[in-house]
């Protein structure tokens, strides 16, 4: 089974003419909106079947080709194959979704008839460079994880794109990211080791994701003023700073990283969740002002002192803190005294509070 063409389409499907040449690959078609495949529900079948969504994953496949009779397919996962190329899929110009996940691919290429494409993934690919995406401008979810992508680029047209993921790649340090006012981006994700650039018309990005790099500093956040979600887990971070201008960020997500002091979060007063866990910060401080408050993760540092939670009473809807693995977990009455300190909360790291 090196290579899909007809034949081969013939021996692993049950094409049904009467449902739009849709495929059971292997008696199977996922349907993405929650239909069991295993179902024996004949109303189950018949809707999964509607769903135009084809599944020929991990079939070995070398070549894509002898796709004509998916014509009137929505959804097209090819994942974990041996496709060295992308081609052959002119025909299918009502595909939706195309998943290329896990493959050998090098260049994003022939894609030019897909112009109804909303979701794309080409993750754990050879890819090292973004291009090929011209006429794709309905693309709302663009995945390229874990490729060899060395530059962000060729991204401008794509002005309905709602989430990016470039992570495990070759990109560094942030870069000129999101001064324009054009692009509706909400979600991004990078764990790079390179240089983040050409991002320039993001700024209505509502979640951005840079964890597991190599970056050292906060930096050309200033645009982002829609972010609500900044998560820049396990990088070389030694200072909190350039979130000044973020004032719609609700959840802080900074642990694994080399962090010192709780400072430059002043203005970042919508704050529910505040992640500073695995860092090396011996004082809870500066913290006063975030009244909504909900979950604090402080787990892994070198807090040693119980006043330092009078940072966290006006905190009203606080429910969860995490502390344990800080000197003060030493102490016999460790859980007692934060639920003392903190009466508004109901779970003490990995433990709920019994009543």
């Known amino acids: 089974m090196h290579q899909l063409n007809v034949s081969l389409i013939q021996q692993l499907c049950v094409c049904i003419e009467k449902y739009s040449f849709t495929c059971l690959c292997l008696l ?10 295993e ?16 599944d020929l994953v991990h079939c070995r496949i070398g070549k894509i080709e002898g796709l004509e009779v998916l014509q009137k397919a929505k959804t097209l996962s090819l994942r974990q194959n041996l496709i060295k190329k992308i081609e ?12 290329l996940y896990d493959n050998q691919i090098r260049k994003l290429e022939n894609l030019q008839t897909l112009t109804e494409i909303e979701q794309l993934d080409v993750s754990f690919n050879m890819l090292r460079k973004i291009e090929g995406l011209e006429q794709m401008t309905r693309v709302k979810k663009l995945f ?23 992570g495990s790649n070759r990109i560094r340090e942030m870069l000129k990211l999101c001064k324009s006012k054009t692009t509706y981006m909400k979600t991004c994700f990078f764990q790079n080791d390179g240089v983040i650039e050409n991002l320039d018309t993001l700024t209505s990005l509502q979640s951005l994701f840079l964890g597991t790099n190599k970056i050292t500093t906060l930096q050309n956040l200033e645009g982002l003023h829609n972010l609500t979600v900044l998560s820049i887990q396990s990088n070389r971070i030694t200072k909190i700073e350039g979130l000044q201008n973020l004032v719609n960020l609700k959840e802080l997500y900074l642990s694994h990283n080399g962090i010192e002091v709780i400072e430059g979060l002043e203005n970042n007063k919508r704050l529910t969740t505040l992640d500073i866990a695995a860092n090396r910060v011996k004082k809870i401080e500066n913290i006063s002002h975030l009244t909504d408050l909900q979950e604090f993760w402080m787990n892994d540092n070198q807090i040693d002192n119980w006043s ?10 606080l429910e969860t803190v995490y502390l344990e693995r800080n000197p003060l977990q030493k102490d016999p009455q460790y859980r007692r005294k934060i639920m003392l300190a903190l009466p508004s909360v109901r779970q003490i790291d990995a433990t709920f509070i019994r009543f």
């Not at 189950?44 to 079947?49: A, H």
């Not at 052959?88 to 998943?99: R, W």
């Open 28 to 37: 199977t078609v996922v349907d993405r909106r929650g239909e069991s495949e």
């Open 144 to 166: 390229l994880l874990h490729n060899k992508i060395a530059n962000i680029g060729n991204l401008d047209h794509l002005t309905g794109l709602e989430m990016l993921e470039l």
């Open 88 to 99: 052959n899929l002119e025909s299918l110009s009502s595909l939706q979704e195309l998943d």
């Open 39 to 54: 179902s024996g529900d004949e109303e189950t079948r018949r809707r999964s079947i509607n769903g135009n969504d084809v």
């Open 308 to 317: 330092d939670l009078d940072e966290l009473k006006n905190a009203k809807s």
